[in-house]
């Protein structure tokens, strides 16, 4: 008695253009739009799976090729899909800049970021058809909510341009603002840990702010990410005055013998996207001791499978895994939140940029309470599109060409004519 | 919307005895009847969910504590069945003896080695109740067969001992006899690889034997398999004979240093599972390049989702995997095909013992084709329990309490009462 589940019979990609607030960082500043790449995978029994990646040209292109593969696939082969065209890693480009904040660009990363889209959307129809939720099919939820950290961002009250995506969270460009932000995230969701995006002012800046969410949220963890934008020296100094005050580093300076020397000389904890974004990545400096906690982020690293066998690579080298966050909806947050509650050794609160998102797909959006979000217990990942949302999302992708590649330089530039990308090291 | 599912609602334990065929290894021979312990996870809906493992009496005792704690929890916990009692490592013995073939033997590896039989059980048990094989648990088929190679044991005709089981592979103590026995097991199964049990005779023998094989079965890949018998200089006088002859070694010598300088003097690559047998074991192993490939054994790593796990960290660090096996029926021989079949990078043929078991508990004998056996796409583990076979073979292992706990030494001593345990290393 052999048993025949549903086959793919289609892919549906929708670019999408989301509202993005003017939040800043190294590079510069996010556009009013972002773009986000939806994914439905239809099936022979009529069920449609949901997936969500990034929306860039590149992703799209490579979306495009990869889906015309997923045809006829059994929706119960969630390993052949991500194993979809592995193999190439020519480079596309070689520094983090822009929307490169991820670490160097290979064509393998993108073949990752997308088999990862149809990797969650072929999870949700076999747990929607199956009738069970996605953490089922990644053996079972160990815990009932995942916490999120508060992501705070340095960030102009309006982008510099007229007619722009607008949100209530104020200009926060000092550490009364980030406090302040702080306390409007706790008033929103609860949140019980904080992170700051860094690299954004002079590091004594960012020092005071951090210090200033010390004293407003006595023991509550925190951290910093300057997005490897920081020299040794720089770095070094950080680390020295927010020892004791800091749960971990993220990215402090970009190279991973940097990395190993900081880690060496201060004991302080570091966390990268950056340096360990790839399983290729991960022996190299697992082997310095560069790295103590890799922020997984399933868009980049191929999926919820490869989410677990991170966790479990991790778990074996005495490393803390936490999870990455780059501007995402509620698809992409179901997926995060059904993953990380299958992660028996999840030490750090995840990242999340949820809370900046105005808009969603979603009929419901998710609610934060006590940081954290209920791990979604229906069907497959627990969310339903609404396609008038996503339509009138499209629409905008269809008629602002000029953001449909996120470039937080050229965004900076709208403010500022005469901004170049930052030297590397910034600070 | 939320989802129910079944829930355990007891735990059925049924140690057994099954007839075992007089072959020899480092310790000694096979007893007549070995030892192991049949699992059933009885659920809330009806199904029952079929697991197996060990059945010496340390691990009955931690099986029937763990089970209680079984009660009541969803068969789609698979994660928290496999974490339940984890943490507890005291050593149990410290030497690889007997039936410590595995290793050194923790509280905690016998717990692993009875959690993976409950694991497997829900997962049979949740496949049965969704309607899909257990690989779709495990993110799904990667292929349909799963290569097993001919695994050869030097043996006796028969067992010392009157009235004791009887088998129809006739002795092999020599070259011809063991290349007559891989010609008998072509015919069984068409096995494309061989694999030879050694630490028996003195090297030299051993070595015409593999040479033999390699003449009778040219391109075919072969492996031998000491235990961990030989001394340096054995091993390395074997490598330098063999190399070139033979796929691996599989623990040459008994020290994570020696494995390592024999790889290092001969490049022969080295397969363990004796030195690397938990995630504990895999960092010194590899940070010392001791190890090229690990031979899981789902048993004692503590079930499918753990094997996947190691899986993983093999790819990451450059590592084959292979397949273990002890003596095992064919509930453990489908949840081995089950997790093989879903790894995509499986490049050595597996290992069983099964065409030495005579006896099964199931209602139809798995088969072997070009050395392979077809991924049950049946729900479950897509095997059936025939009760009247598990009631013999419990009947049988209350009436031969002598047999219960698995000892290659006190049934060489049968044979030869001045026989003991050889000293380490053997050769």
């Given at each position: 008695m052999s048993v025949?589940?549903?086959?793919?019979?289609?892919?549906?990609?929708?670019?999408?253009?989301?509202?993005?607030p003017p939040l800043l960082n190294l590079s510069g500043?996010?556009?009013?739009?972002?773009?986000?790449?939806?994914?439905?995978?239809?099936?022979s029994a009529g069920v449609i799976g949901l997936g969500e990646t990034y929306g860039d040209a590149?992703?799209?292109?490579?979306?495009?090729?990869?889906?015309?593969?997923?045809?006829?696939?059994?929706?119960?082969?969630?390993?052949?899909?991500?194993?979809?065209?592995?193999?190439?890693?020519?480079?596309?480009?070689?520094?983090?800049a822009a929307s490169g904040l991820r670490g160097v660009l290979t064509?393998?990363?993108?073949?990752?970021?997308?088999?990862?889209?149809?990797?969650?959307?072929?999870?949700?129809?076999?747990?929607?058809?199956?009738?069970?939720?996605?953490h089922t099919l990644l053996g079972g939820a160990v815990r009932d909510r995942v916490e999120y950290s508060g992501y705070l961002f340095y960030k102009w009250a309006e982008h510099p341009v007229e007619g722009a995506s607008s949100d209530d969270w104020d200009a926060a460009l000092d550490p009364a603002g980030i406090?302040?932000?702080?306390?409007?995230?706790?008033?929103?969701?609860?949140?019980?840990?904080?992170?700051?995006?860094?690299?954004?002012?002079?590091?004594?800046?960012?020092?005071?702010?951090?210090?200033?969410?010390?004293?407003?949220?006595?023991?509550?963890?925190?951290?910093?990410?300057?997005?490897?934008g920081w020299s040794m020296r720089t770095a070094l100094q950080v680390a020295e005055e927010?020892?004791?005050?800091?749960?971990?580093?993220?990215?402090?300076?970009?190279?991973?013998?940097?990395?190993?020397?900081?880690?060496?000389?201060?004991?302080?904890?570091?966390?990268?996207?950056?340096?360990?974004?790839?399983?290729?990545?991960?022996?190299?400096?697992?082997?310095?001791?560069?790295?103590?906690?890799?922020?997984?982020?399933?868009?980049?690293?191929?999926?919820?499978?490869?989410?677990?066998?991170?966790?479990?690579?991790?778990?074996?080298?005495?490393?803390?895994?936490s999870i990455h966050s780059n501007t995402h909806l509620g698809i992409s947050l179901a997926a995060m939140t059904q993953v990380a509650a299958t992660v028996p050794d999840l030490d750090y609160a995840c990242d999340t940029h949820y809370p900046w998102q105005s808009e969603d797909v979603l009929t419901e959006r998710f609610r934060f309470t006590d940081g954290c979000v209920?791990?979604?217990?229906?069907?497959?990942?627990?969310?339903?599109?609404?396609?008038?949302a996503m339509a009138r999302l499209h629409e905008r992708w269809k008629a602002l060409p000029e953001y449909r590649?996120?470039?937080?330089?050229?965004?900076?530039r709208r403010a500022d004519p005469a901004y170049r990308a930052p030297a590397a090291p910034k600070f």
């Open positions: 025949a589940l549903p086959s793919i019979t289609g892919v549906r990609l929708t670019p999408i253009l989301i509202a993005d500043v996010h556009q009013p739009y972002t773009p986000r790449l939806i994914v439905e995978v239809l099936t590149v992703y799209l292109e490579r979306a495009a090729a990869l889906s015309r593969e997923l045809i006829g696939m059994s929706i119960g082969a969630v390993n052949a899909v991500a194993g979809l065209g592995r193999g190439a890693d020519a480079l596309l480009n070689d520094a983090p064509t393998d990363k993108v073949r990752s970021s997308v088999v990862s889209a149809f990797e969650v959307a072929v999870f949700d129809a076999l747990g929607r058809h199956l009738g069970v939720p996605v406090v302040a932000q702080a306390r409007k995230f706790l008033a929103y969701g609860g949140f019980r840990s904080f992170k700051l995006k860094g690299g954004v002012l002079p590091p004594e800046q960012e020092i005071a702010a951090i210090r200033a969410l010390a004293a407003e949220f006595p023991g509550a963890p925190l951290r910093l990410d300057p997005n490897g927010l020892a004791g005050t800091i749960e971990y580093l993220e990215d402090p300076t970009a190279g991973l013998d940097d990395l190993a020397e900081l880690h060496r000389r201060t004991a302080i904890p570091l966390a990268t996207n950056m340096i360990v974004t790839c399983f290729d990545e991960i022996r190299p400096a697992f082997d310095r001791d560069a790295v103590q906690i890799v922020l997984s982020d399933h868009h980049f690293w191929g999926g919820l499978l490869a989410t677990r066998d991170l966790a479990a690579i991790c778990r074996t080298y005495g490393r803390g895994l209920a791990v979604p217990d229906a069907p497959g990942l627990g969310v339903d599109l609404d396609r008038a590649n996120r470039d937080d330089v050229a965004a900076m």
